[in-house]
């Protein structure tokens, strides 16, 4: 890992290339590295990809991963947060700290139960109203990331 990168955004087998390439952009306004897990539903030459990132994406450090196993290995002992409506703690009464890893599921269905389940006591939720039953990935990446920088002041 880039010692440089304040944060490690993972994107566990994202399906929508304009949301990945939006997550990118976002990375690169937080000084973030991009995790892609595999299967991606795109490719990654993807038009809507590059064209949600802008002219940005060629700036971006995003590292594909053939699985979990091998993003597990290549994160080894940084600290990893998991984003879904399951959570039991909202994810402003966490403190980030620089490196860490948030991780976040596909559109459809979100992360996996049993990923959730070995995890609980580091799942966080964004409190959405009723009737939303959650916020569109990009927007979440968004919203967790700048509470981070908020919290580094910066």
């Given at each position: 890992?880039?010692?440089?990168h304040?944060?490690n955004i ?68 940084t600290?990893?947060?998991?984003f879904?409506?399951r959570?039991s703690?909202?994810?402003?009464e966490?403190?980030f ?6 991780i ?11 990923m959730?389940?070995?995890a609980?006591s ?10 939303v039953?959650s916020?569109?990935l ?17």
């Open positions: 890992m880039n010692p440089e304040r944060l993972v994107l566990y087998q994202p399906e929508i290339p304009h949301n990945t390439g939006s997550v990118g952009r976002t990375c690169l306004a937080v000084g973030a590295k991009l995790w892609l897990v595999q299967p991606l539903g795109f490719r990654l030459d993807d038009h809507y990809l590059r064209r949600a990132g802008l002219d940005y994406w060629e700036h971006l450090d995003c590292e594909v991963m053939k699985d979990w196993d091998a993003l597990e290995r290549a994160l080894g002992n600290p990893c947060w998991y879904s409506t959570g703690k909202v994810y402003t966490t403190q700290q620089a490196g860490d890893a948030l976040f599921g596909p559109e459809s269905s979100g992360l996996p139960a049993e959730l389940d070995r609980s580091r799942t966080l939720r964004i409190p959405v109203a009723s009737p039953r916020l569109n990009s927007n979440a990446v968004a919203v967790v990331a700048y509470e981070a920088c908020r919290q580094w002041n910066f």
